[in-house]
Nanobody, 118 residues
């Protein structure tokens, strides 16, 4: 089914910006949720942001006002625009798709490292 390929991670200074991309192969049906998760060493995986098939978005409190999740249907790509980055944003970021209907499946991207440091 669908495969996810992520890009855009790297090293950035505090206060800087970065845009993560997640390109999806194959077809994603209308009934789905797409999301970005992150996990730092020694910490639990955290849901950063999600976007549902109806277009509604949700954000973790820690990133509200700084991060924006979006998608480009023509390019079949999910994005995470990250502004005003902080050291605590340092983590390995994964994109994720959960398709609900008519078939139920999910898939994770391979992930990309984001390091915020001076």
């Amino acid at each position: 089914q669908v495969q996810l390929v992520e890009s855009g991670g790297g090293l950035v200074q505090p206060g800087g910006s970065l845009r993560l991309s997640c390109a999806a192969s194959g077809v994603i049906g209308r009934n789905h949720v797409m999301a970005w998760y992150r996990q730092a060493p020694g910490k639990q995986r955290e849901l950063v942001a999600s976007i549902v098939s109806d277009g509604s978005t949700h954000y973790a409190d820690s990133v509200k006002g700084r991060f924006t999740i979006s998608r480009d249907n023509a390019k079949n790509t999910l994005y995470l625009q990250m502004n005003s980055l902080k050291a605590e944003d340092t983590a390995f970021y994964h994109c994720y798709v959960h398709h609900y209907y008519p078939d139920d499946w999910d898939v994770w991207g391979q992930g990309t490292q984001v390091t915020v440091s001076s």
